[in-house]
């Protein structure tokens, strides 16, 4: 019997994991960060994105406006952004015309090329008591969904808002987490069906470092303890931020959302404070995000929330020295202003020495192929980062796949039939095997206006040829181009007029991946 072709998708890639596994280890990575701006001494923003996209492996910010300076400097990164609509603007979001024009402003100039993917509408809005923000809150929300609809970005542009932990009434015992009376009815349950129906997430600013004394400090930073007993579930916590994640989802269990996401937007440690405050020192700083890094990716989850990865934003990019308020406040940086890290929790990418990279240089070619394989058929490649040091023996390869048809769905470009053709006139079966390539007869010219255009479409296309993705070699715009194209040409339904890029492109039945395949384990060796 013949295997369907997503059997023989699952086949392959099973046999891809099994064999990578047992050599490398894999995390797909989760961890964003809050880039605050309220100090005089930050390098410029284009210095600050290319410095993430290089020389980390954080892959999301979320900024607390939407600075078109700082728009402009992550275009083409591939970095989802969440972008915040402040406080005082939220009156106003509720009158469409001014949500249209908001986001005119100040999204529609930025996309494809900058990858915005949430709008935090305000901050913290339910923990203000100003009765007019609540009020108008949800129907903010509702219309800023409503204006981006109307620019089509609805389905790549999610709409939310993060909150403190205050929002609750009752958050110990963690199965006993409740919403405060008034805000449950008139304001979140509104606000969680509107989360619901449109694919959003509920942000949640969960602070271990704000709830813990003296008596708790190893609690919350996830050192060994005796752990809290939850009577009523008898269940045993052994670290403060899973509780409170709990008791945020147990209030939202309580008015029957359960199955809405749950992001981090919000959490950190100072490293620096006042003398009455405790446990405020660069180690505890460096012992609590480190510790929260490997543990919101994983996939252990909480005691309520099992086999879960969470969205994670670290609080926070740099110490910001304009910050009121107590000394800590001004130290929930990762890094100085000039960028050297206050504290290293492992996101730095760190550079392979030469030795290493001899060594390992036929694996990597090896795993390329791989990734083109699956890539050119049922499975892109969303990031392989490699990680190694001179003076350790373990080395770490980071490779994150997704399903084509999973993923590209939501383009928010998509690209329509030519007018008075049928949506899919040649779309291909499943069974059929057809790949976009460049003709013998395309200039480097022409191919990189190709790459350009697809690459502002959704950098993800391109992910993996820029300079270090797992393709990049060969270096060359016939090589990158053949998996941008082909990479669009599938996302897209394989319909013949989605691989014309103006008469540059070809479509073939015969698998390129093969002589990639060849060319990058060649060339490596």
């Not at 969680?192 to 949640?204: E, H, N, P, Q």
């Not at 890094?335 to 929790?345: G, T």
Request: aromatic content about 10%.
């Amino acid at each position: 019997m013949e295997m369907s072709a997503a059997t023989n998708a699952a086949y392959i890639v099973t046999v891809v994991f099994l064999f990578v596994f047992t050599i490398i280890q894999g995390v797909e990575a989760t961890i964003g960060i809050n880039y605050g701006t309220v100090a005089n001494n930050l390098p410029p923003p284009a210095q600050v994105a290319r410095f993430l996209l290089e020389s980390t492996i954080i892959n999301r910010v979320k900024i607390f406006d939407a600075d078109p300076e700082i728009l402009q400097a992550f275009a083409h990164t591939g970095i989802a952004i969440t972008v915040t609509v402040s406080n005082d603007q939220i009156p106003l979001l509720t009158n469409l015309s001014f949500s249209q024009q908001w986001v005119k402003t100040n999204i529609s100039p930025h996309v494809p090329a900058a990858n915005i993917v949430r709008i935090a509408v305000g901050n913290e809005v339910l923990s203000t008591a100003n009765k007019l923000l609540i009020t108008t809150l949800v129907p903010a929300m509702r219309t800023l969904h409503a204006a981006l609809a109307g620019e089509s970005l609805d389905r790549r542009i999610k709409v939310s808002t993060p909150h403190s932990l205050s929002i609750l009434s009752s958050s110990s015992p963690p199965s006993a987490g409740k919403f405060k009376e008034g805000y449950d009815t008139h304001v979140l349950i509104p606000l969680l069906g509107f989360l619901r129906a449109t694919g959003s997430a509920f942000m949640i600013n969960p602070y271990p470092f704000f709830g813990c004394s003296s008596e708790t400090l190893d609690y919350a930073l996830f050192r060994p303890n005796p752990g809290v007993l939850d009577e009523d579930s008898k269940l045993t916590y052994t670290n403060m931020l899973d509780g409170q994640l709990d008791a945020v989802f147990s209030a939202m269990e309580l008015l029957g959302f359960s199955d809405v996401e749950i992001v981090i937007a919000e959490t950190g440690w100072p490293s620096k404070g006042d003398p009455e405050q405790v446990g405020v020192d660069v180690e505890s700083a460096s012992e609590f995000n480190g510790k929260l890094l490997r543990h919101v990716t994983s996939g252990v989850g909480t005691l309520l929330m099992p086999n879960r990865t969470f969205e994670t934003f670290i609080f926070a990019l740099f110490n910001e020295d304009l910050k009121p308020g107590p000394t800590c406040e001004r130290n929930f940086g990762l890094f100085q202003a000039d960028m050297k890290p206050v504290y290293n929790i492992g996101i730095l990418r760190r550079t392979v020495p030469v030795a290493a990279a001899d060594n390992h240089r036929s694996l990597f070619g090896l795993i390329c192929g791989f990734c083109l394989f699956l890539s050119f058929d049922y499975y892109r490649v969303l990031e392989v980062d490699y990680d190694a040091t001179q003076d350790q023996f373990d080395r770490t390869i980071y490779i994150r796949l997704a399903l084509v048809e999973s993923t590209f769905t939501s383009n928010p470009t998509p690209v329509v039939a030519p007018p008075g053709l049928p949506a899919s006139p040649s779309a291909p079966t499943a069974e059929e095997k057809r790949w976009c390539v460049p003709k013998l007869g395309a200039g480097d010219e022409e191919l990189q206006k190709v790459i350009d255009y697809v690459c502002a479409l959704n950098s993800e296309y391109c992910r993996a040829v820029e300079e270090g993705g797992v393709c990049f070699i060969p270096n060359t715009a016939r090589g990158h181009a053949a998996y941008a194209m082909n990479a669009y040409y599938q996302a897209m339904g394989r319909n013949d007029y989605d691989c014309d890029f103006q008469q540059t492109g070809i479509i073939t039945n015969v698998d390129p991946s093969m002589f990639n395949l060849l060319s990058q384990i060649t060339f490596f060796f």
